[in-house]
Each structure stands twice: as structure tokens, then as C-alpha cells.
């Protein structure tokens, strides 16, 4: 089966400082991952998408997030936070065999402090 | 081009009525998911649609609630006798395929649901 952790439901970091959302996974095949954002009272959108190419993928924004097979992980990082980037973050999963689903974590918030 | 688009985007209701909400995926997506969403939560999902395949039903909650899908494109989801507890934002979302595929959900605005 498969699942999905996202380590601190709550993040906080000062504008400019570095922003790390971390997503661990659990899968017996590669899967695919991605990350969605979801500012305040919208809907979500994606970031980014990892499909087996490139282990570093960079997405809008200036987020990027790198796929590490051997840790099982695929964290979230932007060098410089911005105001604007205060939001809910969601990594998910979709298994590469079968599956119906996509697999969300169960969410990131993160604050930016002026 | 036109995404996915939710009604209604605001319902109250009272408790025990039924509700209807509906969902127009993009077209020619031929995956349709149905999320619930609770204050502070994560994504909760409810059922799954692809293609003319038998829908995914494994995560509604109870029997109170059920989906369809006509026309592999509009979906409703019902709720019938609804419960406080029912109250959220009711997620649908839509891609080009389903679970165990590169290609990524797009999302509606969501319909949120009150039962007072």
C-alpha cells in the first residue's frame, strides 16, 4: 500500500530564508510525485511533478524538489521565501503499476515572517 | 481554456436534507476524483472515475453518499441526509488519466458544504 508523510504540519520561516517542506514515501515500485500548493481560499494547483526523468525538477515559483530513491524522499526547497509563498502544501503520490488513486500527504502550511 | 469548475461554491443546508454538487472536469480528461477537504485537513479522498470503468468507491464514507459520472464528463456527487459533520469543502478534480500515471490532477475551487 501505498502512503505518503509530510513531517510538520506547520512550517515557518523569515522572507528570504530557505524553504524546506519535506515529503516521505512509501512504495514497493517507482512511483510518480508531486507537489501541489494551495493558497488561501483557492483551490489546489500544481508545482511540480517528478516522472522519472531528471531526479531535480524545478517548478514555478522557483521551487524545486529532489527525488532520492534511496531515502525514499522528495522534498520540497526555494532558496528565498517570499511573502507571496505563505500557503498549504501537499506532496502526492501516484504508483506507476496499478492503482486508482493518487495518494495525498496530509499537508504542510507554511508562514512567512516579514 | 476553460478548467474545472464546481457548483454550487457556497451550499448551507440543513441537517438531513440531501445536497447535490456537481463537477465539470476539463474536456476530454477522462479521470474524475472527488476529495473532501475538513478545516485544517488533508484531502480526504471519496471516489475515483475513469473512462467506463466501475468507479472507485472506497473511500465514501458511508452509504449516505454517492457519485456519478454521465456521459464520462459531468459528475454529481449526493449526499443524502446530511450531518454536521458533513460540513467541508467538497474538492473535484480531473486528468488526462488515473492512479499509476505521470499526468497530474487539476483542480475545481471547491463547493463548500455547511450543514447547520
Known amino acids: 500500500a501505498q502512503s505518503v508523510t509530510q513531517l510538520g504540519s506547520h512550517v515557518s520561516v523569515s522572507e528570504g530564508a530557505l524553504v524546506l517542506l519535506r515529503c516521505n514515501y512509501s512504495?514497493?515500485?517507482?512511483?510518480?510525485l508531486f507537489w501541489y500548493v494551495q493558497y488561501p481560499n483557492q483551490g489546489l494547483q500544481l508545482l511540480l511533478k517528478?516522472?522519472?526523468?531528471?531526479?531535480l525538477v524545478k517548478g514555478i515559483n522557483g521551487f524545486e524538489a529532489e527525488f532520492k530513491k534511496s531515502e525514499t524522499s522528495f522534498h520540497l526547497t526555494k532558496p528565498s521565501a517570499h511573502m507571496s509563498d505563505a500557503a498549504e502544501y501537499f506532496c502526492?503520490?501516484?504508483?506507476?503499476?496499478?492503482?486508482?488513486?493518487?495518494?495525498f500527504g496530509t499537508g504542510t502550511s507554511l508562514t512567512v515572517i516579514p | 481554456g476553460a478548467g474545472v469548475s464546481q457548483s454550487p461554491s457556497n451550499k448551507v443546508t440543513e441537517k438531513g436534507k440531501d445536497v447535490e454538487l456537481r463537477c465539470d472536469p476539463i474536456s476530454g480528461h477522462t479521470a474524475l476524483y472527488w476529495y473532501r477537504q475538513s478545516l485544517g485537513q488533508g484531502l480526504e479522498f471519496l471516489i475515483y472515475?475513469?473512462?467506463?470503468?466501475?468507479?472507485?468507491k472506497s473511500g465514501l464514507p458511508s452509504d449516505r453518499f454517492s457519485a456519478e459520472r454521465t456521459g464520462g464528463s459531468v459528475s454529481t456527487l449526493t449526499i443524502q441526509r446530511t450531518q454536521q459533520e458533513d460540513s467541508a469543502v467538497y474538492l473535484c478534480a480531473s486528468s488526462h488519466r488515473g492512479g499509476g500515471s505521470s499526468y497530474e490532477q487539476y483542480f475545481g475551487p471547491g463547493t463548500r458544504l455547511t450543514v447547520t
Open positions: 502526492a503520490v501516484s504508483e506507476t503499476n496499478t492503482g486508482n488513486q493518487f495518494y
Open positions: 517528478y516522472t522519472s526523468a531528471a531526479t
Open positions: 472515475f475513469q473512462g467506463n470503468s466501475a468507479p472507485d
Open positions: 512504495s514497493s515500485v517507482p512511483p510518480y
